[in-house]
């Protein structure tokens, strides 16, 4: 069992950055691939980054360059820094873990079974 619980959204104005945060409280060791998604009003929920459990990570193309997935085992959380953002990128992002192995298909929702509730994340121009 996981619960996740993220941290870190707010407003910021085009070209600026965010961390979001993804504090992990699992009562076994059960997590192998973490995610980050997000969705938008009237939009499909995306896969934006993930990480397996070796700190492989894995991007959207459309962030890649600009959005950094970090793990700190130490601390059970996970961090997304988002750098140079874009009003297009106002979302609810949501943590996702699974069991399963991140390869080959890391950022597809349906592969994830635990979620966290969201962070709003809205970005000005």
């Known amino acids: 069992q996981v619960q996740l619980v993220e941290s870190g959204g707010g407003s910021v104005q085009a070209g600026g950055s965010l961390r979001l945060s993804c504090a992990v409280f699992e009562l076994t060791y059960s997590r192998v691939c973490m995610g980050w998604f997000r969705q938008a009003p009237g939009k499909k929920r995306e896969g934006v980054a993930a990480?397996?459990?070796?700190?492989?990570?894995y991007y959207a193309d459309s962030v890649k360059g600009r959005f950094t997935f970090a793990q700190d085992n130490a601390k059970n959380t996970l961090y997304l820094q988002m750098d140079s953002l874009k009003p297009e990128e106002t979302a609810m992002y949501y943590c996702a873990a699974t069991g399963g192995a991140c390869y080959p298909t890391p950022l597809f929702d349906s592969k994830y079974n635990y979620w966290g509730q969201g962070t709003q994340v809205t970005v000005s121009s």
């Open positions: 990480i397996s459990r070796g700190d492989i990570t």
